[in-house]
C-alpha cells in the first residue's frame, strides 16, 4: 500500500515553511539569476519533493508574488502621513528603489510574469497612484506620471545593482536617485500650476 499518497509530502517534509520558501527562493535568485527559479530547483534547494512546495505555492507565479510579498513587505509602512503627497511619493519610491537594487533579479521575474503582478507589488503601485491624485493632477497625466517614476526607479535600482566596487568613477549612488526624484517631483509641481493657471 502506497503511504505517501499523490498531493501529500513525504514524512518529514511537512516541516518545511513559508519562511524556508522565501529563504531559499530569494537565495536562488541572488546566485543563479531570475531564469533559475523554478519549482523544481526551489524543492531540491530545499530537501523535499516538488509536491511539498504546493502546499503553500501552486505554480512559479505564486511563488514569485510570495517573495515579492515578503521583500516588499514594509515598504508603505514608514511613510509619513502628515506631510505632503510629493513628500509621501518621495519617501515611498525610495524604500521601494532600495528593495529593488538588493533583490534585482525578483523585479526581472515580475517583468516576465504579468499575473504575479499582485499583492504588495500592486499595493504599493496603487499607493503611489493615489499620492499622485492627491497632488491635483489632472487626471489624463496620472499614468504618465505613474509610469515615469516606476520607470526610473527601476532603472536606476537595476543599473545600481550591476555595479562592481570597481565602478567608481560615474557610479550611481542613492544621492543621485533622490535628486532626480526630486527633479522629477519639480517638473510634476510645474505641470500642475500650469494645468491651474490655464483653468483660470
Not at 42 to 54: D, I, N, Q
Not at 168 to 192: E, F, H, K, W
Amino acid at each position: 500500500m502506497n503511504k505517501n499518497p499523490v498531493g501529500r509530502p513525504k514524512k518529514g517534509q511537512e516541516s518545511v515553511t513559508r519562511s524556508d520558501i522565501v529563504t531559499a527562493g530569494l537565495d536562488i535568485l541572488k546566485t543563479g539569476g531570475e531564469r533559475s527559479l523554478t519549482m523544481r530547483g526551489l524543492a531540491k534547494s530545499l530537501s523535499v519533493t516538488p509536491m511539498a512546495l504546493y502546499h503553500h505555492t501552486g505554480n512559479r507565479e505564486e511563488l514569485i508574488q510570495v517573495l515579492a510579498d515578503a521583500v516588499y513587505d514594509n515598504v508603505l509602512d514608514n511613510l509619513p502621513k502628515d506631510d505632503s503627497p510629493f513628500e509621501r511619493i518621495q519617501a515611498l519610491l525610495m524604500a521601494y528603489c532600495e528593495r529593488v537594487a538588493i533583490f534585482p533579479e525578483l523585479t526581472l521575474c515580475i517583468f516576465r510574469e504579468p499575473s504575479a503582478f499582485a499583492g504588495q507589488v500592486k499595493r504599493i503601485t496603487e499607493s503611489l497612484h493615489g499620492e499622485l491624485v492627491a497632488t491635483k493632477l489632472p487626471a489624463k497625466s496620472i499614468n504618465i506620471w505613474l509610469d515615469v517614476l516606476v520607470d526610473y526607479t527601476h532603472g536606476h535600482a537595476l543599473a545600481q545593482s550591476v555595479q562592481t566596487s570597481s565602478d567608481t568613477a560615474g557610479s550611481m549612488t542613492t544621492g543621485d536617485y533622490q535628486a532626480g526624484v526630486r527633479l522629477l517631483l519639480r517638473l510634476l509641481t510645474a505641470q500642475i500650476e500650469a494645468e491651474q493657471k490655464n483653468d483660470l
